[in-house]
């Protein structure tokens, strides 16, 4: 599943630069990418060439406006590009509303506390379709990857609001669980996942259906046997594998898979041996022949 940061294009004038700063850090903390003319273009650099390609690939077109932008002699061209564009334009009514080209735009009253206003943008993004699904893929992202039981639950919850789940999104769900042990730990987000496992069943690769039933099973014997199975069933399929082919195959924990292998070894089912591949050693699997 692709995840990507958001680009917004904050114009101003430099002699706002520190409140406009100030939005930077609170946009950048909630992972946008913003990109800033007078502070993120080296000296060096044809600034107007620059400021026009970071136009051009901005998502998003934040005009702070305030007597210093009006005075500015190319903020009004900076607007008037991104709206030929059609960028999403959200200005800030920083003591002047929009005028001339974006004059139409609602602007948002910048308040004292910076992060609130921030937020406001961040929800108005948030209603746009097409924003929607990268930045609920972001959170996916953040939740599958989670550091800690306390995180997981936490995010768990946050995560229901995204329903309904995509086929994309749900398989990385159940990927995510299954490699994620502090998942797995986390009680409010194990049961979460039991119950989309079960709600959009349908729309989980049979692969990771099968692992994850295998990862629900009490018995522990039970389970090694079932892995030792779909990994020697694997590798009957595909001859032979690399370590990498095997962990990209295998959204279990690699703990597990890693032992199941040991076993077939030792059972004399499976061989390693070292080869050499695109001119680098890479230690490959493949079944025992007799």
């Known amino acids: ?119 406001k943008i961040i929800d108005i993004i948030r209603t746009r379709p097409k924003f929607k699904e990268i930045l609920d893929n972001k959170f996916i992202n953040e939740f599958v990857n989670s550091g800690s039981f306390s995180e997981a639950n936490g995010l768990a919850k946050s995560l229901e609001q995204l329903e309904p789940f995509t086929s994309a999104q749900i398989n990385e769900i159940i990927r995510g669980y299954m490699s994620n042990d502090q998942l797995q730990g986390a009680f409010r987000a194990k049961r979460k996942i039991n119950s989309w496992f079960t709600k959009y069943k349908d729309s989980i690769q049979s692969i990771l259906v099968e692992q994850f039933n295998i990862l629900l099973m009490k018995n522990e014997d039970e389970q090694k046997l079932a892995i030792e199975k779909i990994v020697y069933e694997f590798l009957k399929s595909n001859g032979s594998s690399t370590i990498l082919e095997i962990m990209r195959h295998f959204a279990l924990q690699w703990p597990y898979i890693e032992r199941a292998l040991s076993q077939l070894e030792k059972e004399g089912k499976v061989k390693s041996e070292i080869k050499m591949i695109e001119g680098k050693e890479s230690e490959v699997y493949s079944l025992e022949t007799i």
Request: aromatic content about 10%; some cysteine.
């Open 1 to 119: 599943m692709i995840s990507r940061q958001l680009r917004i294009f904050l114009s101003y004038s430099s002699l706002d630069k520190k409140i406009v700063g100030a939005i930077k850090e609170h946009l950048i903390s909630h992972d946008y990418n913003v990109f800033l003319a007078h502070e993120d273009i080296e000296p060096s650099t044809e600034w107007q060439e620059e400021i026009i390609k970071n136009l051009r690939a901005c998502d998003i077109f934040i005009p702070v406006m305030s007597e210093n932008f009006k005075q500015s002699e190319w903020t009004d061209q900076e607007s008037g590009f991104a709206l030929a564009l059609d960028k999403l334009i959200i200005p800030i009514d920083l003591g002047i509303v929009p005028y001339g080209f974006i004059g139409k735009y609602q602007a948002l009253k910048l308040k004292e506390n910076v992060h609130d206003s921030c937020k």
